[in-house]
């Protein structure tokens, strides 16, 4: 049995967004194998309460406030030298004197066999691990999500800005990746990416999961012509891909089957929903169990155009037997087959096509569904991916004693 420090951006716990289900499924199923202490930084609207759940899956548990999440200040000025320097801002927000301090003292005072940094900005405290390996644990290409976010700005000085980031960001990816001993990514896409970007990095594709005995079909009988989207809108990939259905795709479906209705699961911040759509679309907010309203709905989408990584939420989605209609981006890392397990589309004219298609196909629907089931059970249970985590684990500390 190993000693790892793992050391994350945020509590992973409770685990309600993308980043914190990929960290704590792969955090639960490490800590029975080995040794974990942990250190995090701590977001404002990270539940404090947290602490103590990890506190009964780790050997010890320490966590920091970001810095700029309490200082105006210092956001600022992260904001403007990220823009100004080499150093990006997504570093700068997440360097923290008292990690930093934290991370020195555990080294000192304890022999760990390896590092675990769960999020690309973390790289900039491998200076202060002496011999001790790390790993690097990508949930997206970071770099490639700035530039995507550059060539869909909406103004001149979104463009400037995020192109900036993404150039300054590439460079601090390449560093991080060729340091690491591996890095992790979510899909062979991500991993193609990163080998261009840095081919002397040692790359792995530890893929998103899901739990597949939590997440399955249910006999809740589906609700005609109901669509549903799962996704907080403070992500810009979800609020972008949700503004392009409501404007671009919704209509085109309306005028063919005008009773479809929309749930929209998530905080829906920033979201307008249009006049014309009022009535046929609900915005749940936040909640805690959405299997009762996916399993309700006769098609779930998802229309992303932006980002990188893998869609836990569709991942969940197939694991509850659901037809999916998404875009390539949006299915980005799953190996699904087009008209066997999901309907891709790229454009509105047939991203509403294929979901006419499922609404006024039943046996099409139930077909889909149960393929997309198979493929989440035999392949993405989080169980089959961490493992995939341990074996890279063991084989780096065996080889570096």
């Not at 998530?266 to 936040?286: C, E």
């Not at 155009?305 to 998404?326: C, D, N, P």
């Not at 006024?360 to 493929?375: I, K, V």
């Amino acid at each position: 049995m190993a000693k790892i420090l793992f050391i994350t951006t945020r509590l992973p716990y409770p685990a309600n967004e993308g980043h914190q289900i990929r960290t704590y499924n792969l955090l639960k199923r490490i800590c029975p194998s080995h040794q974990v202490h942990y250190l995090s930084l701590q977001r404002k609207d990270d539940d404090p309460k947290a602490v103590q759940h990890l506190e009964t899956m780790c050997r010890s548990v320490q966590v920091f406030p970001i810095p700029s999440d309490h200082s105006k200040v210092r956001f600022a000025k992260d904001l403007l030298l990220g823009f100004l320097t080499g150093s990006p801002f997504v570093v700068r927000k997440y360097f923290s004197r008292e990690l930093a301090r934290a991370i020195e003292e555990k080294l000192a005072s304890e022999q760990f066999d390896l590092v675990h940094f769960d999020m690309l900005p973390l790289a900039q405290y491998a200076d202060l691990l002496g011999n001790v390996p790390y790993v690097l644990n990508n949930h997206n290409v970071e770099s490639l999500l700035l530039k995507r976010r550059a060539e869909n700005a909406a103004s001149l000085p979104e463009k400037v800005f995020f192109s900036n980031q993404a150039k300054s960001l590439h460079q601090f990816e390449y560093n991080a990746c060729k340091q690491a001993k591996e890095t992790f990514v979510c899909s062979q896409v991500d991993a193609d990416i990163l080998n261009n970007l840095s081919p002397a990095a040692n790359i792995s594709v530890v893929e998103n999961g899901v739990d597949t005995r939590f997440f399955a079909p249910t006999k809740q009988e589906q609700t005609a012509n109901s669509l549903v989207f799962v996704g907080g809108m403070g992500w810009f990939p979800n609020k972008d891909g949700m503004m392009f259905f409501m404007e671009e795709v919704m209509p085109k479906i309306l005028a063919e089957i005008p009773d479809t209705k929309l749930t929209l699961v998530g905080k829906s911040t920033g979201v307008l929903i249009p006049d014309d759509l009022q009535d046929n679309i609900t915005v749940t907010g936040f909640v805690d169990d959405f299997r009762p309203i996916v399993a309700g709905a006769a098609v779930y989408i998802l229309p992303i155009r932006v980002g990188s990584g893998t869609r836990l939420k569709l991942l969940e989605a197939m694991a509850m037997g659901k037809a999916i209609v998404s875009t390539s981006v949006g299915a980005e890392g799953i190996n699904l087959s087009s008209d066997e397990n999901i309907i891709y589309a790229d454009d509105a004219g047939t991203f509403a096509q294929g979901i006419i298609a499922l609404l006024t196909d039943r046996e099409q629907n139930a077909r889909f569904g149960h393929s997309a089931r198979d493929l989440a059970t035999s392949k993405y249970d989080w169980d089959i991916i961490a493992n995939k985590l341990l074996v890279s684990y063991n084989t780096i500390i065996t080889t570096n004693t």
